[in-house]
């Protein structure tokens, strides 16, 4: 019997994913934002708001980076400080958001055409085989935690890419609201996850409603390909680092983070990169 099989017989398992090339091949934003494109052709480009987006956090990166810099010279790197240049991101995204809230630019678009635009993203290999085989682990749940834009975007994409639903799988997102009257998008947003620590308070909170189900905290499982994962990479059992995301690897040097090397400061907590799906279940089980 496997490691996490025998570790699913004392206590459950949360296996957390986040979305955006995590699973998928690539970002999915602009694909949201072109669903309603065509409604509105006359408003403005998406590539303005990404435009706004970049001059915001250059403006962030250059207030953080002689700080942090400071510290890499001094060899005084903490996690504290990594929270705080993460946390410190939340004025950039709520003005994103913002931005696209007052413009209106995701208005008018049903749940069905979010879910069948999802449809369309593709995911990487593997990561259907390796979702299906966690979702038949006794007592193993399965979530994706997401700073996207739609739910039902998301659903299309499992649902096209051959994840199975049987048991469901619970998607935890920002969302779009929608007019009760007409069933459309009103282009506002539910601003539910934002930043890095909002993804960790999700799952904090799966993991206390499992606690209280099964006497135990869960056994952490947690897959991120960004640095907005990395506090929820680093606070798992398990953490797969997705790709080639340099600015994690730079925080994990920072850090003194090693791959596939348990930190027997921290109950053995262990970071690996993954390079592929194919060698997911053997790392997950074997951790």
Same mark, same amino acid.
């Given at each position: 019997?496997?490691?996490?099989?025998?570790?699913?017989?004392?206590?459950?398992?949360?296996?957390?994913?986040?979305?955006?090339?995590?699973?998928?091949?690539?970002?999915?934003?602009?694909?949201? @934002?072109?669903?309603?494109?065509?409604?509105?052709?006359?408003?403005?480009?998406?590539?303005?708001?990404?435009?706004?987006?970049?001059?915001?956090?250059? +403006?962030?990166?250059?207030?953080?980076?002689?700080?942090?810099?400071?510290?890499?010279?001094?060899? !005084?790197?903490?996690?504290?400080?990594?929270? +705080? #240049?993460?946390?410190?991101?939340?004025?950039?995204? =709520?003005?994103?958001?913002?931005?696209?809230?007052?413009?209106?630019?995701?208005?008018?678009?049903?749940?069905?055409?979010? #879910?069948?635009?999802?449809?369309? @993203?593709?995911?990487?290999?593997?990561?259907?085989?390796?979702?299906?085989?966690?979702?038949?682990?006794?007592?193993?749940?399965?979530?994706?935690?997401?700073?996207?834009?739609?739910?039902?975007?998301?659903?299309?994409?499992?649902?096209?890419?051959?994840?199975? =639903?049987?048991?469901?799988?619970?998607? #935890?997102? =920002?969302?779009?609201?929608?007019?009760?009257?007409?069933?459309?998008?009103?282009?506002?947003? #539910?601003?539910?996850?934002?930043?890095?620590?909002?993804?960790?308070?999700?799952?904090?909170?799966?993991?206390?409603?499992? @606690? !209280?189900?099964?006497?135990?905290?869960?056994?952490?499982?947690?897959?991120?390909?960004?640095?907005?994962?990395?506090?929820?990479?680093? !606070?798992?059992?398990?953490?797969?680092?997705?790709?080639?995301?340099?600015?994690? @690897?730079?925080?994990?040097?920072?850090?003194?983070?090693?791959?596939?090397?348990?930190?027997?400061?921290?109950?053995?907590?262990?970071?690996?990169?993954?390079?592929?799906?194919?060698?997911?279940?053997?790392?997950?089980?074997? !951790?």
């Amino acid at each position: 019997m496997s490691a996490l099989k025998h570790a699913a017989v004392r206590k459950s398992v949360l296996l957390a994913l986040d979305f955006d090339k995590t699973l998928t091949v690539a970002d999915t934003f602009n694909a949201i @934002a072109s669903v309603a494109k065509h409604k509105h052709p006359n408003k403005r480009d998406f590539r303005w708001f990404t435009d706004k987006y970049m001059e915001d956090y250059a +403006q962030h990166e250059s207030h953080w980076s002689p700080i942090i810099h400071k510290h890499a010279e001094n060899k !005084s790197v903490t996690r504290s400080l990594m929270d +705080q #240049y993460l946390e410190s991101l939340r004025q950039v995204e =709520n003005a994103s958001l913002e931005r696209i809230r007052d413009y209106k630019i995701l208005a008018g678009v049903s749940r069905v055409e979010l #879910y069948n635009s999802g449809r369309q @993203a593709l995911f990487q290999p593997g990561v259907a085989d390796v979702i299906n085989y966690f979702l038949r682990v006794p007592n193993c749940h399965v979530c994706v935690i997401s700073v996207n834009w739609s739910t039902d975007f998301i659903q299309g994409a499992l649902d096209a890419n051959g994840v199975s =639903n049987q048991p469901p799988i619970s998607v #935890y997102c =920002n969302d779009l609201k929608f007019s009760k009257r007409t069933g459309l998008s009103t282009g506002t947003m #539910y601003p539910r996850l934002v930043v890095a620590s909002d993804k960790v308070a999700v799952i904090e909170t799966q993991r206390e409603v499992l @606690a !209280s189900r099964y006497d135990s905290k869960p056994r952490l499982v947690y897959a991120g390909d960004s640095l907005t994962d990395l506090p929820a990479l680093l !606070s798992a059992d398990v953490g797969l680092f997705v790709g080639q995301n340099d600015h994690v @690897a730079k925080w994990c040097k920072l850090l003194d983070v090693e791959f596939s090397k348990p930190r027997f400061d921290e109950n053995d907590k262990t970071l690996h990169h993954l390079l592929g799906w194919g060698s997911a279940i053997d790392i997950i089980e074997n !951790s």
